[in-house]
């Protein structure tokens, strides 16, 4: 943080994004709201007081009642969540401009926003645009894909959890 010589709000999203701002103050901490809501109340804590607060991971622990590794690990946890691709996208243009964006064909899988297990499954096996999904399963019902033929093989983790989380995940961007 001091190292630095960046104050928050910029500290902060040089961290998440690893490249200077090039917002206005009030712009960037609305933003930085927005990623900040959707992290539980312990880790937008543990950001806050790291960041805004420039307080150590030591101090953090004593503030709330907690060792400095798990301050650490909830700090590492949550700039994870914020680095997701909705994250970043909202840091960078705003609250609204992810879900005003739409999602194209040619648009990578992680613009859906999918939980780690399906993305990785798709990701493994050769699926790396939203287009490529579509035809997966416009092509093969999920009785298909669940049955594990020869041809679907390579999608071994794909289970009915994945498969509603990418139809529904699909069903949102159309």
Not at 58 to 64: E, L, R
Not at 127 to 151: C, F, G, N
């Amino acid at each position: 943080m001091e190292q630095t010589g960046r104050r928050y709000p910029y500290n902060l999203y040089f961290d998440i994004i690893n490249e200077d701002a090039d917002l206005e103050e009030s712009t960037l901490l609305e933003n930085l709201g927005c990623v900040l809501s959707r992290l539980s109340e312990k880790e937008r804590c543990v950001m806050i007081l790291r960041y805004s607060d420039s307080l150590t991971y030591s101090d953090i622990g004593k503030k709330c009642g907690l060792t400095k590794q798990r301050v650490h690990a909830i700090a590492a946890n949550s700039r994870k969540k914020m680095r997701t691709f909705q994250n970043v996208y909202t840091l960078r243009h705003g609250r609204d401009a992810y879900d005003r964006r739409g999602v194209a064909d040619s648009d990578g899988i992680e613009v859906l926003g999918l939980g780690t297990k399906a993305y990785s499954a798709l990701f493994r096996c050769g699926y790396r645009t939203v287009a490529d999904v579509k035809e997966l399963l416009s092509s093969h019902s999920r009785k298909q894909i669940m049955s594990w033929p020869d041809k679907f093989n390579h999608l071994r983790s794909f289970g009915v959890k994945c498969y509603d989380d990418v139809a529904a995940k699909l069903g949102q961007c159309n």
